[in-house]
């Protein structure tokens, strides 16, 4: 070898190092020519490679479905039984590369039973090329494949007007297309949109411009892909650093490692430290290849700050100036992956952004056809349903609109018995979290009242001598409710009341025993403890309710179906550090979670009927039988 | 805005990285499996890029079919040594002792004996949850499709039917007992991607890779090293010095070599520009049966 050729290789590798990459996605049935689309792609870029070729002459004389031609479909058809189907069925991953860029090529099927392969490879592509045949025009599949690139964010969009040479090359049959095509798309959002007739078959404009459509002045496909420009579609504005793992090697260094998600990660700059809400600089950007100003999406870094902060997996690093949403209850679209339809009772795993926490779907808002786009109501989505969804989640997340940001918009919900990715879902940001129904209001389970009894109202109340009603105690966990409640319950009991008493631990260790104290989980106990109460207030008998139900919002929606006219408020007041002394063996433990006063806000309440003292507890239960005589609630007036 | 844009192989590189850290937070117990091959060697120094400053939190596992090429495990060695890799070698005893082999067991036999149940052992019984493979979707047809996380059941089989949905670059993690995940972080790289990162990244390879005079019988058109005593005597002594190269390694027996004058990676990479041969046919295991890779994948190889 001469040392010229050499130096023509350095240089050559040189320049193909630098080649960018585009992520394509191709949308189209066996019978549009999309495998031979691909097929050509690849063979004329050189790709495919003399082995292969020589197995695939063997088996298009077996098994095509191409006549005497080279079956390029078979080449992409990796596995065996699809193969022999005729059809691919998962999503197969295909490589080319020319001198100017690189090509990562997502082929998935085109039927509707294949929506689900269709958006997983739709999730990672740049640009989507859309087949047409010709002879068909904009037909059903058309618009599904275009309404699912843009669920799915993708800005440029191929039409790729196939199968020209069966049409005589007729310019006519293609403006057609593209003007039906236009009508359509507009409703949609894709940005960028780009009309190109070919044969795939022949090779017309796939590689070479062809001859025979004189009157079409743009690229041939393989020119456009090498040229279009898609760099700028990332979100380089709002700074998101999803922390994936804490690095600490030694006493030293104490680094966050993390794929940056959007903005530019600079250094010296001051962020703010997800949930924690705590501020510091960044002190290094660090990665194996040396020390670094910045960095930007998609780049593996390690940044170090300058402050000690306490900062785990999850965790989000932002610029102060520009947030995202924190919030644990907010509206999705939804695309249903598994072949077991959707049970609403599930509490999904969902991993989002590297957090891992639980969600459960509080409603779908309407189901959305894929080839019509018509809205529908439905209870639960089957395999490859899409809807709009509202969900609650345990712990915050912290999210941008898909719209806005795909790495932080973007989430899997996780069968915790199968354990197998069920869903996927894509963030929308319309309405505010309080404006969202949540399970325990939804309207149509209180519009069930129970049926028709004998014996009407005034014949408890008489044989009773009470009004049936609630009387709820909330409190800090230590404040003394759960021995101020029992103690009413004797003095009422002994005065001829009728009563029930309900606390955590009786509710828990049998009706509500599959819950745990997430905020979520907290809100499904307590409803169903509102339930019992309503069921019992109407026939007659006063509950006796001890929960430290800490949310407000929770409360009210409790007051909703007991009945706001006999739901009476008490508040427990007490100090956390007065709980903390009278149940040392609960606040010592290590790693509490989900605790009221500590990591969970509890809401003072504004509108309670009485304060109560914790200080002076022993005084409490002679206060709320003043109130119920006064209130005529016992006995009755 | 010119500015921010990575090349293709910084791009893949960040890719990789992401993976691997995903698993090492993900998982309890991961292993990464190293075969010494080219691949393994970009995997090896993502995983260095993946934790620097610190020490990788997972170590190698090499699973040893005894009939690697002697410089592989010379490299191996070394590379362990000099880096500071925890290593990890295993290879199956039963066999072993039984003198399973290529030669006298054919390739079937010795890959399901010394490879295939040897990697299962090995798996099983440091019980590791995720096992990171150096495998590319472009290697063969039937890759093409698998999953970047990979899930396996308890019997540690692959079921390309059932395989989870995977979007963006969320990657489902949760398996039960007993279960595990195979990862590929260099799933979307090239043969092409891997030589030029090498070059890039002035990695060591093993110098199988280059070409030089070696001693090389013909069996069935497949020109076969001869690299110990263990080669039959009738078909060593046909052996003759030529200047081959490798472009997989793998147990000798079962590597074919090619003629070859790339001394360099940069003639390594002119010369696969010009090849119209794909890496694989230099595999002899893949030609057993239609859809042999495939069948190996479900019953666990990689």
Not at chain 1, 254 to 265: E, L
């Amino acid at each position: 070898m001469t040392t010229e050729t050499k130096l023509n290789i350095q240089d050559f590798l040189n320049q193909d190092e630098k080649k960018d990459l585009l992520r394509i996605l191709t949308a189209g049935s066996v019978d549009d020519g999309k495998s031979t689309l691909i097929g050509r792609l690849m063979f004329d870029s050189k790709m495919i490679y003399e082995d292969q070729l020589a197995a695939l002459e063997r088996d298009s004389k077996r098994i095509g479905h191409a006549g005497e031609d080279i079956d390029y479909a078979l080449l992409l058809d990796g596995l065996k039984a699809e193969r022999e189907q005729g059809i691919t069925i998962d999503v197969a991953y295909r490589y080319f590369s020319t001198n100017k860029r690189k090509f990562i090529i997502a082929d998935t099927p085109g039927h509707e039973q294949y929506t689900r392969n269709m958006v997983t490879g739709a999730s990672t592509a740049n640009l989507a090329i859309i087949l047409i045949d010709a002879t068909k025009g904009v037909i059903t599949q058309t618009r599904r494949h275009t309404f699912l690139v843009s669920l799915l964010g993708i800005k440029h969009v191929v039409l790729a007007v196939n199968k020209m040479d069966l049409v005589d090359f007729d310019q006519k049959v293609f403006d057609q297309i593209c003007e039906d095509y236009k009508n359509f798309v507009a409703q949609l959002d894709i940005p960028d949109v780009t009309f190109i007739p070919l044969s795939a078959l022949k090779g017309d404009n796939v590689v070479e411009p062809s001859k025979k459509m004189p009157w079409y002045n743009g690229k041939c496909m393989l020119n456009f892909l090498e040229n279009v420009h898609v760099s700028s579609d990332r979100n380089f504005e709002d700074m998101r650093y999803p922390v994936q793992y804490v690095l600490k090697p030694d006493n030293n260094f104490r680094g966050f490692s993390a794929r940056v998600a959007s903005g530019i990660v600079r250094k010296g700059e001051t962020v703010m430290v997800l949930p924690s809400k705590k501020t510091s600089k960044i002190k290094s950007i660090t990665t194996y290849d040396g020390e670094k100003d910045e960095a930007f999406p998609p780049e593996s870094v390690t940044v170090t700050l300058e402050d000690e902060i306490d900062i785990s997996r999850g965790d989000m690093l932002v610029y102060p100036d520009s947030l995202p949403r924190v919030e644990r209850h907010f509206e999705s679209m939804l695309v249903w992956m598994d072949e077991k339809p959707m049970d609403p009772t599930t509490h999904f795993f969902i991993k989002h952004a590297n957090n891992n926490t639980k969600a459960r779907i509080d409603k779908i808002q309407y189901k959305v056809d894929v080839n019509t786009m018509e809205r529908s109501s439905i209870d639960f989505f089957s395999l490859n349903e899409i809807g709009r969804v509202v969900l609650t989640t345990n712990k915050p997340l912290f999210f941008d609109p898909y719209k806005k940001n795909k790495s932080t918009g973007a989430f899997v919900l996780i069968d915790p018995m199968t354990n197998n990715t069920v869903a996927v879902g894509m963030i929308i940001d319309k309405l505010s979290s309080d404006n969202l129904p949540s399970r325990i209001t939804e309207d149509e389970r209180l519009q069930i009242r129970r049926g028709e009894g004998l014996i009407v109202n005034e014949q408890y109340e008489k044989r009773y001598n009470q009004k049936g009603a609630t009387l709820w105690v909330t409190g800090l966990h230590g404040s003394g409710k759960n021995e101020m409640a029992f103690s009413l319950e004797k003095q009422l009991f002994e005065m001829g009341a009728t009563v029930v008493l309900l606390d955590g631990s009786s509710v828990r260790s049998g009706l509500s025993k599959e819950l745990d104290y997430s905020p979520s989980d907290r809100a499904e106990h307590l409803r169903r403890v509102a339930e019992v109460c309503r069921l019992l207030n109407d026939q007659g008998i006063i509950t006796i309710c001890s929960f430290i139900s800490p949310d407000k919002e929770i409360r009210k929606q409790v007051a909703k179906i007991v009945g706001e006219d006999r739901f009476h408020l008490f508040h427990m007041k007490a100090d956390l550090d007065f709980c903390k002394k009278n149940k040392p063996e609960f606040y010592n433990q290590e790693n509490l979670e989900y605790v009221p006063g500590i990591d969970i806000t509890f809401d003072e309440p504004e509108n309670a009927s009485l304060e109560l003292s914790a200080t002076d507890n022993g005084k409490n239960p002679e206060k709320i039988i003043e109130f119920c005589r006064e209130n005529g609630i016992f006995p009755l007036q | 805005m010119k500015k921010y844009n990575l090349t293709h192989l910084r791009e893949l590189e960040a890719e990789a990285i992401h993976i691997i850290r995903e698993v090492a937070a993900e998982f309890e117990n991961p292993v990464m499996l190293y075969s010494i091959g080219k691949d393994s060697a970009v995997m090896v120094r993502l995983a260095e890029k993946a934790f620097y400053p610190g020490k990788v939190p997972f170590p190698l596992m090499h699973i040893d079919s005894k009939w690697k090429f002697k410089e592989m495990i010379e490299f191996r060695d070394n590379y362990a040594k000099e880096n500071g890799w925890d290593l990890i070698v295993h290879y199956n005893k039963q066999g072993y002792e039984a003198g399973v082999g290529p030669f006298t067991h054919g390739s079937k036999v010795h890959t399901d004996t010394m490879k295939t149940k040897a990697l299962l052992e090995g798996l099983s019984k440091y019980k590791f949850d995720a096992a990171f493979g150096g495998a590319r979707r472009d290697e063969e047809k039937s890759r093409a499709k698998e999953r970047i996380f990979s899930f396996r059941d308890k019997f540690h089989q692959w079921d390309p039917k059932n395989q989870r949905p995977e979007l963006w670059d969320i990657y489902n993690a949760r398996v039960h007992k007993g279960e595990s995940i195979r990862v590929f972080p260099i799933s979307n790289w090239t043969e092409l991607d891997v030589w030029q990162y090498i070059r890039l990244e002035n990695i060591p390879i093993v110098p199988l890779y280059y070409a030089k005079e070696r001693p090389v019988v013909n069996i069935d058109g497949n020109l076969i090293m001869a690299d110990d005593d263990r080669m039959p005597k009738e078909l060593a002594e046909k052996a003759e010095m030529k200047k081959i190269r490798f472009r997989t390694l793998g147990c000798y027996p079962l590597t074919g070599a090619v003629e070859s004058n790339a001394e360099t990676i940069e003639e390594i990479v002119e010369e696969m520009m010009t090849v119209t041969v794909s890496e694989r046919t230099t595999r002899v295991i893949d030609f057993d049966q239609e859809g042999s890779m495939e069948q190996k994948k479900r019953e666990g190889y990689f």
